[in-house]
């Protein structure tokens, strides 16, 4: 059974930049017709979608975080990670990992996503930023 862990700083400072990591336990980042998305809730919001890596190793984001996402995998480690540059506190929010069989690939602005979009989940890492 896969299962996502996810970890990072919980606290960080305005225009810092959040780095997190996800581990993949229980099946490989590189499984074939895969992919793996970072995906946040901000307090009383709705789920968030960053952004995905397929198993090809393409990696897509939403217009939302596409200037300042950075998502990549580490296979060495069966790790996925994620970079947001320029945080503010409105990237306050719980940040997940997830996966799935199959691509779910959203490039509009403000990208929703439901839980059954995916598969397997990560419990969820809070981040806050505040000065």
């Known amino acids: 059974q896969v299962q996502l862990q996810e970890s990072g700083p919980g606290l960080l400072k305005p225009s810092q930049t959040l780095s997190l990591t996800c581990d993949i336990s229980?099946?490989?980042?590189?499984?074939?017709?895969?992919?793996w998305a970072w995906i946040r809730q901000p307090p009383g919001k709705d789920l968030e979608y960053i952004g995905t890596k397929t198993d090809r190793g393409d990696v897509y984001y939403s217009e939302t975080f596409k200037s300042r996402a950075s998502i990549s995998g580490v296979p060495s480690k069966n790790q996925l990670t994620l970079q947001l540059s320029s945080v503010t506190p409105e990237d306050t929010a719980k940040y997940y990992c997830a996966g799935r069989n199959g691509y779910y690939i959203c490039l509009a602005d403000k990208c929703g996503v439901s839980k059954e979009e995916f598969t397997w989940w990560g419990q969820g890492t809070q981040v806050t930023v505040s000065s």
């Open positions: 229980g099946g490989s980042i590189e499984m074939k017709d895969t992919s």
